[in-house]
């Protein structure tokens, strides 16, 4: 009998504590494995790149080309009429001037807005050259400071340390000593609060030193808050002294004892120092304030600018509205107005007759209330897949259609450009441009996450290199710090990107979707776990059920 089959017998004659063996072997390896293959469940991220570029949101219906005989002129605003530009049976090129309605109003809101945004942008050029003012007046009052310093802090220690009033002792001495104050010198308040300020100034001194005017930013406002603190030490210092020789003096003359007449000028000195240190301060905290402020100030003008950018151009298309062109070649079949008299917004005050096509779809009544006549429209045909040509919205039915207690509406478009191919009764699908921004910060919408009424996006840290090497890896790479949640204010929106207004800059990497090994993982473990181990005279021990 060889060695195996000893083997094999002495396990079946122990078949129980060999099960036990087993599954403890099981379990381990099971752990084991889960502990080596840990770092396949990693999670991984798809990146996503904060870019500026264009952002179009438009709506799409569908529909056909048709053939149109006449076309009703409808202005989009009320009025009066102050000129007629035509007259029935008149031919008319396309954007030829058919009338014109009292605009005097609309003008007075362009220039009124005009005013507007120019008083913003100054109020914004006027906040921003007050911060930039802030850090040379903050660099003029740190320089002011330091001229006292060197004054103060080398008459404070001849105050303190010089032997003027009991020589060969150290003043501090004298008027410790004579008030009862029993700590040595060096352990006593006033000595540290004196030695406190002289290494704050010191240390300020230095960095003072190292600073110019040309230095950037950060660090004169670095600089100014140091100085601030400093300030605060020797004020409190100052007054330390002060209380110190004041109670020397009433203690001597309780005792009817002479008083050195250099006391007196200790007294004036502190006092004026007092003076300037807490100037120095007001100065000081004044400027950290305006520092600290002004951004937050400068953002809301800026606020402010661009909305009434976007005021003006809205009241200059409002402007626009006042002045009806012919949309396209044709004959005025039929206009029945005249100076004078008043027009109501989409009600019909010409016919002009063509043979231009247009496309003529259905929105339903949400899609509607989103368009304006006159806004811009891509047109593309399913019989043409190489074509897209513009058009742009010329009319909106006032009324609108019920069909299974759904409500629609009809729109025509009319064609920019018209190519010999579209033909009538063609498919057509029309993409209405409700709203476009251009240059602006934009992100993918996947993104972008909500919490509440709030949207934050997963921020990445890493160094420049990293970030270019994680925004091109698009199967998913684990980071070495976990993405940080920032808080971000959104724009317009489209199927795909969104803007962003505020809380990430240009170039800033975050996170567009998390990818996990895990599912292959689990499948592997799935596999594994029907694996069935079976030793000869013990039976089969089934790892999983």
Do not use: C
Request: zero cysteines; proline letters at 2%; hydrophobic letters at 35%.
């Amino acid at each position: 009998m060889n060695i195996f089959s000893r083997i094999f017998k002495r396990i079946a004659s122990h078949k129980l504590i060999t099960a036990i063996i087993v599954i403890i072997i099981g379990v381990v390896a099971f752990f084991g494995y889960k502990h080596l293959k840990g770092n396949e469940n990693t999670t991984r991220y798809v990146m996503a790149t904060v870019s500026k570029g264009n952002i179009i949101v438009s709506l799409s219906g569908s529909g056909q080309v048709s053939a149109s005989d006449q076309v009703d002129i409808k202005p989009k605003v009320s009025g009066d009429i102050i000129n007629v530009g035509v007259e029935n049976g008149q031919e008319v090129k396309k954007e030829a001037l058919l009338v014109q309605i009292d605009d005097r109003d609309a003008q007075k809101a362009v220039q009124d807005a005009e005013i507007s945004l120019e008083t913003t942008k100054i109020a914004l050029d006027q906040a921003q050259g007050d911060l930039k003012n802030s850090y040379e007046e903050g660099f003029n009052k740190i320089t002011d400071a330091f001229s006292d310093f060197r004054i103060i802090m080398s008459d404070l220690q001849s105050i303190l340390f010089g032997e003027v009033i009991s020589p060969p002792y150290w003043n501090i001495d004298i008027y410790t000593y004579s008030t009862n104050y029993t700590e040595s010198s060096e352990n006593n308040i006033y000595y540290k609060s004196y030695h406190n300020a002289r290494s704050s100034y010191e240390k300020n001194l230095a960095d003072y030193q190292l600073v110019s005017r040309s230095s950037d930013e950060n660090t004169i406002e670095s600089l100014i808050k140091e100085t601030y603190q400093t300030t605060k030490i020797l004020s409190e210092t100052i007054k330390n002294i002060n209380n110190l020789i004041q109670l020397y003096e009433k203690t001597l003359k309780d005792k009817n004892l002479t008083i050195n007449p250099i006391i007196d000028t200790y007294l004036s000195n502190l006092s004026a120092y007092t003076d300037k240190i807490n100037t120095h301060l007001l100065d000081l905290l004044s400027t950290e304030q305006t520092i600290q402020t002004a951004p937050v100030d400068i953002k809301s003008k800026e606020l402010t600018v661009k909305q009434n950018e976007s005021a003006l151009l809205d009241a200059k298309e409002k402007l626009a509205d006042y002045s009806i062109y012919a949309p396209f070649d044709g004959v005025v079949a039929e206009i029945d107005i005249k100076n004078g008299d008043s027009v109501s917004a989409n009600a019909v005050i010409a016919t002009l007759i063509t043979n231009q096509m247009i496309a003529e779809i259905t929105l339903n009544e949400v899609d509607v209330a989103k368009i304006k006549i006159g806004e811009k429209v891509t047109l593309t045909f399913d019989a043409l897949p190489d074509l897209t040509i513009s058009g742009k919205v010329l009319d909106i039915d006032t009324l609108g259609t019920v069909s299974q207690g759904v409500v629609s509406y009809g729109v025509k478009i009319a064609f920019d450009t018209l190519a010999n191919s579209i033909k009538s009764g063609m498919s057509v699908t029309a993409d209405i441009i409700t709203d476009i921004k251009q240059d602006v910060l934009i992100l993918p919408n996947t993104a972008i996450k909500t919490q509440g009424i709030s949207k934050y996006v997963e921020l990445v840290t890493a160094s420049d290199a990293l970030k270019q090497q994680l925004a091109a890896n698009v199967s998913g790479v684990a980071l070495p710090i976990p993405p940080t949640q920032q808080s971000i204010e959104t724009g317009i929106s489209n199927d795909t990107s969104t803007e962003i207004v505020s809380g990430l800059k240009e170039g800033d990497i975050v996170v567009a979707s998390t990818v996990s090994s895990s599912t292959s993982s689990n499948s592997s473990t799935t596999n594994s776990s029907q694996t069935q181990i079976r030793i000869p005279g013990v039976g089969g021990f089934e790892g999983g059920r």
